[in-house]
């Protein structure tokens, strides 16, 4: 559901429907609201069928289920893989990610985290993968809010 705001300054509702979907990889994503560009309000309600990562400023909300027994891959190279172990990939952006459902190991390059139902990870731009080492699916919803990435010395 998003909400909206009329001419006149009174809320409404504008989007209360099913999700658009998409697979990518090993896992099963919701689209549930994105906008490309520092948002300007009332923003925008259509959420565009591609996935792709929000530029610096642009906002991106979805959730991803991952099967029992799977880590999360990107075959399509949507995020930037580093090709050192299954799923491990960086994005430019800042990701606010919480646990609806299931169990999931957060890998980094320092150790590893398993996350449950109603944990909040913030991912930084850092390196990192997501494994699902139990026998449910996991399903997370995450922010996303794109970045601009430094170099670091």
Same mark, same amino acid.
């Given at each position: !559901?998003?909400?909206?705001?009329?001419?006149?300054?009174?809320?409404?509702?504008?989007?209360?429907?099913?999700?658009?979907?998409?697979?990518?990889?090993? !896992?099963?994503?919701?689209?549930?609201?994105?906008? $490309?560009?520092? *948002?300007?309000? *009332?923003?925008?309600?259509?959420?565009?069928?591609?996935?792709? #990562? *929000?530029?610096?400023?642009?906002?991106?909300?979805?959730?991803?289920?991952?099967?029992?027994?799977?880590?999360?891959?990107?075959? $399509?190279?949507?995020?930037?893989?580093?090709?050192?172990?299954?799923? #491990?990939?960086?994005?430019?952006?800042?990701?606010?990610?919480?646990?609806?459902?299931?169990?999931?190991?957060?890998?980094?390059?320092?150790?590893?985290?398993?996350?449950?139902?109603?944990?909040?990870?913030?991912?930084?731009?850092?390196?990192?993968?997501?494994?699902?080492?139990?026998?449910? *699916?996991?399903?997370?919803?995450?922010?996303?809010?794109?970045?601009?990435?430094?170099?670091?010395?």
């Amino acid at each position: !559901m998003v909400t909206g705001e009329g001419p006149d300054g009174r809320s409404y509702i504008v989007a209360d429907g099913k999700a658009t979907t998409a697979e990518v990889g090993t !896992m099963d994503l919701d689209l549930l609201w994105r906008n $490309d560009t520092v *948002p300007t309000l *009332p923003a925008p309600t259509e959420v565009p069928g591609e996935v792709a #990562f *929000p530029p610096a400023g642009g906002v991106w909300v979805i959730t991803w289920t991952i099967p029992a027994g799977t880590t999360g891959e990107d075959p $399509d190279d949507i995020v930037q893989s580093t090709g050192e172990r299954p799923g #491990f990939h960086s994005t430019d952006s800042v990701d606010v990610n919480v646990v609806l459902s299931g169990e999931v190991v957060l890998e980094l390059d320092e150790g590893e985290v398993a996350l449950r139902a109603g944990d909040l990870v913030v991912v930084n731009g850092s390196r990192h993968a997501w494994q699902n080492r139990s026998s449910e *699916p996991v399903r997370v919803l995450s922010t996303i809010v794109g970045g601009t990435r430094t170099p670091t010395t």
